[in-house]
């Protein structure tokens, strides 16, 4: 496992991918007009419209969709801990699965040698 790349940062990368995701679902949505979905998105856009009067009213869906998804990502984040554990409890178990298969791999390979080495040519 590189330095870089540590449990915690994978399932903060997890749900910042989530988080957007959810927004831009919620955008095609609402652009789309799902049923729910786009009076929802609607709803919570008029509402950071109204409290932010810098955004324009046509872009209600985008702000709409923006604010789900950063609520998203603020609801999540503290379960990043709770993900990271489960992701680091994985990776021991992967490695723990390959070093298994690596010794079952060299097992087989001494035994191959072994007979070959018994092998007398008359």
Partial sequence: MADNNTPFREATSIITIGSV???VAGYVGTIHGMP???AGILWVGGYICAVLPV???WAEPLAGSAG????CYIVSMPLATLLAKRLAASQLQNVERHTDEL???R?????????????IVR
């Fill in 36 to 38: 729910g979905l786009a």
């Fill in 68 to 71: 789900v998804g950063l609520l």
């Fill in 21 to 23: 995701l959810i927004a």
């Fill in 103 to 105: 010794k079952r791999t």
């Fill in 107 to 119: 097992a087989k390979i001494q035994k191959k040698e072994r007979i070959k080495d018994d092998f």
């Fill in 55 to 57: 955004i324009p009213i």
